[in-house]
């Protein structure tokens, strides 16, 4: 939450209106472990429906077919991914849906950065449940920001949590924030 604040104001100072989308990796987790989808494929099927918004769901579901994802599990994670509503509901929605432990988890660290958001006064903060970022390391919260209302439509900062990656470069399995 206080990364995010920190992205606010500065776009603020430069004066660009910004969106923040963020997800969790443990929730992302949870809903292919709720579709079905077994642990060997969930890494590659991360990065395809990270893409969602930018090829649309018949490429995705070329792309999890293609990399080995059954058609019932397919199905049922784009039934889970096209909750609407405020963060508030998609996360009330995602936490009736989700049963994984892993999936609670994110949903719970999910909620609480919205409401420390809220503390910090951060806005146009969007939950995007099929947000992934493409690199396997990151293991919880996750964001990319996006101009409004410009002819540039990738991100202009992103990034996320990654708690293992300082304690696998030691040689150690440490959890390092």
């Known amino acids: 939450a206080e990364v995010l604040a920190i992205v606010q104001e500065v776009f603020k100072r430069l004066d660009f209106e910004i969106e923040i989308e963020v997800s969790n990796r443990k929730l992302l987790n949870?809903?292919?472990?709720?579709?079905?989808?077994?642990?060997?494929?969930?890494?590659s099927?991360?990065?395809?429906?990270?893409?969602?918004?930018?090829?649309?769901v018949e490429e995705v579901n070329k792309e999890l077919s293609s990399n080995g994802i059954?058609?019932?599990?397919?199905i049922k994670l784009f039934e889970i991914l096209k909750i609407k509503g405020t963060n508030a509901e998609k996360l009330?929605?995602?936490?009736?849906?989700?049963?994984?432990p892993i999936g609670k988890e994110g949903i719970s660290e999910l909620q609480e950065m919205f409401e420390y958001l809220d503390s910090l006064g951060v806005k146009n903060v969007i939950l995007n449940p099929a947000l992934a970022r493409?690199?396997?390391?990151?293991?919880?919260p996750i964001y990319?920001?996006?101009?409004?209302?410009?002819k540039i439509t990738s991100s202009v900062v992103?990034?996320?949590?990654?708690?293992?990656?300082?304690?696998?470069f030691l040689?150690?399995?440490?959890?390092?924030?």
């Open 30 to 43: 949870g809903l292919l472990e709720e579709a079905g989808v077994s642990p060997e494929y969930r890494s």
């Open 45 to 56: 099927a991360m990065i395809s429906i990270d893409k969602l918004k930018k090829i649309g």
């Open 70 to 74: 059954l058609a019932d599990s397919a």
């Open 92 to 100: 009330n929605a995602l936490s009736r849906l989700i049963n994984s």
């Open 134 to 140: 493409g690199l396997s390391y990151y293991t919880g």
């Open 144 to 150: 990319e920001t996006f101009l409004k209302d410009s």
């Open 158 to 168: 992103g990034g996320g949590r990654y708690d293992e990656y300082i304690g696998n």
């Open 171 to 177: 040689g150690k399995k440490m959890q390092i924030p």
